[in-house]
Every structure is written in structure tokens, then in C-alpha cells.
């Protein structure tokens, strides 16, 4: 066999090694209580918003729980949401679960946990990454309290927590050289939101690097099976397949309270812009799989880590058609890597800016100046995360980006880790 091909096959399941040198060992006690004020305080939040309501939900979500109500295994076959496949199954599985519990609370109990899976999946990252489990803990938690989050679910009882945790463990599977479980996840991902798509230059890139590009088709196959139950009540097929080619098509406005730069042009800024900007995405996405291909290369993480986000950043914010929520999987990847680098806690904090304000419309009812100065602050989250990014890939100065604040950070958490795992004998 020839050379080459060997050394790629023996390469191809290989892992990413740490970014910051071997493990330090399990959480000390200070770990877990840190997690458990997080997990408390985010859930007494969440519960003060549980009775508020908006359009969403009184329009679209809790119609959907009725009339799964109302006809049981039967509704797979009816045509009565709006989403991918994956979500019906989860409405399907809390109205099994928890019958008795109120339409709302019940949506946003699903969400709420699936917070949780989020959370934990954010902090296993940041540990994979950082090789620390004191700032996966402390991930998990910043991921918990995360304003976004917490309004999220608890106010707009939103499912973008289970797309976000799926999106998660296929980062922690490519990580770890599980690729096809990667492409599984991812493909899960996809099953639930199309925001799920701004990681594929990331994945792409890594299978590419590794030929094991033949894998990628996996990643329709959670689709697939989620749509056969469906299929076999009765239900049309391209009312299943073309959900996200109707969601591209209507509405039809450029943005929709998307805080992008498409929220600074006139709504009728026309086709030729709109194809400008998916070029300029499609460009920048191609760009992200060069640079995953060298990243890939060194077995580097944390470029990995920043590629991803930057990914899930930049391509909502230059794409046309984009929604609030898009920036979703960016602000939480965001997250991970200030808590890996602590000099990108300004992109984290831009972000979380962005989202405050753009979700006022539907949340507040407020419009007007909210949503295009929200876009400024995602251009400040752009920026910050793409010269990481840059960084992470092209090397130099740029590098030591978020150096500087790593030791600080460390402080609050030191001690987090048991005497054993730490290996100094202190307590």
C-alpha cells in the first residue's frame, strides 16, 4: 500500500492534544459547588419568567403541543409545524413524560433542560481544550448564567439549547478523532435547526484534512430517520425534505430582527445584494476550511476552537435572510474560548449585547434603533473572534491574543481542583 495512504489512515482517528498540557486531574469539592449555585441560580431565573408569553409561543409552539395533545402518535403524519423533524419528537416525548404539566411550562421545561446538556457539553469542551477541569467548570456555569441563555428558554421557551448541545459533542468527537460519530452529531444538529450548517467549513475541514471526507454523507442520516416515523403516518416526504429550502425562500426581508449588517440596508435592498452577501459567505466559509486544514495539521485545539467560532459568528452576520437567534452556537463557543483566553471576554460580552437587544421585539415589543446598533456589537464579536481565529492560523504576533489575562482568570478557580489532581500536597 502506498506510504502515504497508511499515514493518513493512521493519522485520520488520532486526537487533538491539550492546549495547555496534560490533565490536572477530577473537580475538587469548590467545583461542584460552584455548578450547583450556577444550576440554582439560572433555574430560579428561569422560573420567574416562566408565565411570560410571546408570539412564538402562543402562535406556533403551544398549538404544535395541542395538537399533539390531541392526536397522539397520529400528528407524526399531519403537517402542522414549521420546523425540521427533530423537534416534534421532543414535544412528543414531554407530552409522554410530564402530561399533566401546562403547555408552557412544559416547552420551556424542555428547553430548560436541554440547557443543562448544553452547559455540561460546554464545560467538557473547554476541559478537552484547556486540559483544566476548573475551567470546564467554570465554563458550565458561565454557560448556565449566560443572559442569552437564561432568556432563551426561560422567557421565549426556545429549543436553540438542543441543536447547540448536539453541535457541541460533535466538536468534542472531532477532538477526540471520533469522526463519524462528529458527523452523526452534527447531523442531529441539523435535524433540529438549520443554524447548525455555519459549522460545516469547521467539519468539512477536519474531514478533508484527514480523507475521510466519505463520511459526510452520515450526517443526513438523524434527518433521514427522523423522517421515516413521519412518512409512515402518512405524511408527504418534500413537506419534510424542503423545510429549510421554504425557510430560505419566506419571509422574504433581508433580516429578520437579525442584528447582522443586513440590518443597516433598506428591506428592499434587492437580489444582486442578497447574492453578494451569500457570496462574501461562502467566501470567508471557504476560507475557515483552509485554515482548519492547516489547524487539523498540528493537531491545534484551541484554533479549532476558535475557527468554530468564528464560523458561527461571522457567517450569520454577513448571510442575508438570518433570524435573531442565529448567533446562537457563536455566543456560546464564544464562552469557551474567553474562558480559555480570557483577552476575547469582550467578544463574549459584544455578543451577549447583540442578543439583549435583539431580542426586544419579541420579547419587549420594542423595535426602532435596537437591532442595527445590536449589529454593531456583533461586528466588535466578529472582529475580536476572527483575528483569533487569524491567529490560531496564520501564527505571529496575533497569537498572543488573550495571553496576557490567563493567569489572572485562573486565580478565582485555583483551588477548585482537588491537593491530589493538583500534586503540590496544598489543600
Keep these: 500500500m502506498n506510504p502515504s495512504v497508511l499515514a493518513a489512515s493512521s493519522l485520520s482517528h488520532q486526537p487533538y492534544h491539550a492546549a495547555t498540557g496534560p490533565g490536572r486531574g477530577a473537580f475538587g469539592p469548590a467545583a461542584w459547588v460552584l455548578l450547583a449555585l450556577a444550576a440554582a441560580a439560572a433555574t430560579v431565573l428561569k422560573l ?177 430517520l427522523a423522517s421515516l416515523p413521519m412518512i409512515l403516518e402518512g405524511r408527504r416526504w418534500t413537506s419534510i425534505f424542503a423545510v429549510y429550502a421554504s425557510a430560505a425562500l419566506f419571509p422574504r426581508q433581508l433580516s429578520s430582527s437579525a442584528p447582522n449588517l443586513w440590518s443597516w440596508l433598506p428591506p428592499d435592498a434587492g437580489t444582486p445584494a442578497m447574492l453578494v452577501g451569500i457570496a462574501a459567505g461562502a467566501a470567508v466559509g471557504f476560507l475557515i476550511l483552509l485554515s482548519v486544514l492547516r489547524l487539523d495539521r498540528r493537531r491545534d485545539p484551541l484554533g479549532l476552537l476558535a475557527a468554530a467560532a468564528f464560523a458561527c459568528t461571522v457567517l450569520p452576520f454577513l448571510l442575508p435572510k438570518m433570524h435573531d437567534r442565529y448567533f446562537y452556537g457563536g455566543e456560546i463557543l464564544a464562552v469557551v474560548l474567553a474562558l480559555l483566553r480570557p483577552g476575547l471576554l469582550p467578544a463574549v460580552v459584544a455578543g451577549q449585547t447583540a442578543a439583549l437587544l435583539a431580542y426586544q421585539p419579541m420579547l419587549l415589543g420594542f423595535h426602532g434603533w435596537r437591532v442595527p446598533v445590536g449589529a454593531l456589537f456583533n461586528l466588535v464579536a466578529v472582529v475580536l473572534l ?24 485562573s486565580l478565582p478557580c485555583r483551588r477548585m481542583i482537588a491537593p491530589e489532581a493538583r500534586g503540590d500536597g496544598r489543600t
Excluded at 433542560?113 to 460546554?122: E, G, I, N, P, T
Excluded at 475551567?135 to 458561565?142: D, F, I, K, L, Q
Excluded at 476572527?386 to 489572572?408: D, N
Design 386 to 409: 476572527g483575528l483569533a481565529w487569524l491567529a490560531a492560523w496564520r501564527g505571529g504576533p496575533l497569537r498572543r491574543l488573550g495571553m496576557a489575562g490567563e493567569g489572572f482568570a
Design 48 to 224: 420567574s419568567l416562566l408565565p411570560l408569553l410571546n408570539s412564538d409561543l402562543t402562535h406556533y409552539v403551544v398549538p404544535w403541543l395541542q395538537h399533539i395533545r390531541t392526536h397522539g402518535r397520529a400528528a407524526l403524519g399531519d403537517v402542522f409545524t414549521d420546523y425540521a423533524p427533530g423537534y416534534t419528537y421532543f414535544l412528543w416525548a414531554g407530552v409522554a413524560v410530564a402530561p399533566a404539566l401546562p403547555d408552557v411550562a412544559l416547552i420551556k421545561a424542555i428547553s430548560i433542560l436541554a440547557d443543562a446538556a448544553m452547559a455540561a457539553f460546554a464545560g467538557l469542551l473547554a476541559w478537552r481544550v484547556g486540559a483544566d477541569p476548573q475551567r470546564g467548570a467554570w465554563a458550565a456555569a458561565a454557560v448556565l448564567m449566560l443572559p442569552a441563555v437564561v432568556l432563551n428558554s426561560g422567557a421565549w421557551g426556545q429549543s436553540d439549547a438542543i441543536w447547540c448541545a448536539f453541535m457541541l459533542a460533535a466538536l468534542l468527537c472531532l477532538l477526540g478523532g471520533r469522526l463519524a460519530a462528529a458527523c452523526l452529531l452534527w447531523g442531529c444538529a441539523l435535524a433540529l435547526k438549520p443554524q447548525a450548517v455555519f459549522l460545516a467549513p469547521v467539519l468539512g475541514g477536519v474531514l478533508l484534512a484527514r480523507r475521510r471526507l466519505w463520511l459526510l454523507p452520515l450526517a443526513a442520516l438523524p434527518y433521514v
